[in-house]
């Protein structure tokens, strides 16, 4: 079955630092990646995704992420983290063929101590 | 750039009764809309897809029954939650794909509804 995971639930960070954010899929092939924020009272938005080619990706908001087929991850990273990033983050994926459907992990609450 | 948008925001019901949320693509059209329904620190598990003109295609275990889905136009999809149970609260998403900059498409989402049920 497809799947998307995201191993950790909550992550905290100091503004200013590294952040990483962890995402693993399970596919019967390559799928299409996406790297979602949710803020409370607004829709998810897109931050970056990865279809072929170029396995480093960058988003909007200073985002970047790494598409990694021999460990079948998907890494969210940003170099310095703002305050203002503090909000949950999804992975998600998407079969090729699979109509669009998107399959979510169960996301990542991110903290951000001034 | 893209909008989706849902309405009501919030809505409370009483057990027994239907809610409908509406949700539109304000400055684009919409041939396939989705619709999550998310769980407190959960993750978003499709429910359906919704294309217009057509039934949605419900996801399995997603009783159609209780959740009716209409997507008469372009820019309008409605989900009516049938004689509504406490069990039924959730915060509801919909989201429309769309053409993306680079030519492709991408999936543009809602801010959500919350429903509670009494």
């Known amino acids: 079955a497809q799947s998307v995971t995201q191993p950790d639930i909550h992550i905290t960070v100091s503004e200013g630092a590294s952040l990483e954010l962890r995402c693993n899929y399970s596919y019967g092939a390559t799928p299409y990646l996406f790297w979602y924020v949710q803020s409370p009272g607004q829709g998810l938005q897109l931050l970056l995704k990865y279809f072929s080619g170029d396995t480093l990706v960058q988003g909007i908001k200073g985002f970047e992420a790494e598409f990694k087929r021999s460990q079948s991850s998907f890494n969210l990273r940003k170099p310095s983290v703002h305050w203002s990033d503090a909000a949950e983050y999804f992975c998600?994926?998407?079969?090729?063929?699979?109509?669009?459907?998107?399959?979510f992990g169960t996301g990542t609450q991110l903290k951000v101590e001034l | 750039g893209a909008v989706v948008s849902q309405h009501p925001s919030r809505v409370i019901c009483k057990s027994g009764t239907s809610v409908k949320i509406e949700c539109r693509s304000l400055d684009f059209q919409a041939t396939t809309m989705f619709w999550y329904r998310q769980f407190p620190k959960q993750s978003l598990m499709l429910m359906a897809t919704s294309n217009e003109g057509s039934k949605a295609t419900y996801e399995q275990g997603v009783e159609k029954d209780k959740f009716l889905i209409n997507h008469a136009s372009l820019t309008l999809s409605t989900l009516t939650v049938t004689s509504a149970h406490p069990e039924d609260s959730s915060f509801y998403i919909c989201?429309?794909?769309?053409?993306?900059?680079?030519?492709?498409?991408?999936?543009?989402f809602g801010p959500g509804t919350r429903l509670t049920v009494t």
């Open positions: 998600a994926g998407e079969g090729p063929g699979g109509g669009n459907k998107l399959t």
């Open positions: 989201s429309a794909r769309g053409l993306d900059t680079s030519g492709g498409y991408e999936q543009y």
